[in-house]
């Protein structure tokens, strides 16, 4: 069984940092690519980042594209995102998702992955 911890989220003000964790354990990390996805109140669930099995390929969201970094460590088993110049409408809960395939370059589709994490809340103060 796969199990996905997030941490790290917290409040900030405007224009401060966050770093995300994602913690992953059940099965061979490195073989899988991995997601952050983001859900505020009363909106669906939107992508945010997703980083290739191997790490060597990442994509964003135009929401967040030069202002998050995702990255991966996979001695550590764990999933990053260093989030930037944070916006109150950044604010939501930030789940990590794992890919059901292996080598997989990764995917802004939610439907493509199998494994969640329980989320972690960011809040950015205005």
């Known amino acids: 069984q796969v199990h996905l911890v997030e941490s790290g989220g917290g409040l900030v003000q405007a224009g401060g940092s966050l770093r995300l964790s994602c913690a992953s354990s059940?099965?061979?990390?490195?073989?899988?690519?991995m997601g952050w996805f983001r859900q505020a109140p009363g909106t669906e669930r939107e992508f945010v980042a997703t980083i290739s099995y191997i790490g060597g390929r990442m994509y964003y969201a135009d929401s967040v594209k030069d202002r998050f970094t995702i990255s991966r460590d996979n001695a550590k088993n764990t999933v990053y995102l260093q989030m930037n110049s944070l916006k109150p409408e950044d604010k939501a809960v930030y789940y990590c998702?794992?890919?059901?395939?292996?080598?997989?370059?990764?995917?802004?589709?939610?439907?493509?992955?199998?494994?969640w994490g329980q989320g972690t809340q960011v809040t950015v103060s205005s």
């Open positions: 059940g099965r061979t990390f490195s073989c899988y690519a």
């Open positions: 998702a794992a890919a059901g395939g292996v080598y997989q370059t990764g995917s802004t589709k939610g439907n493509e992955y199998a494994y």
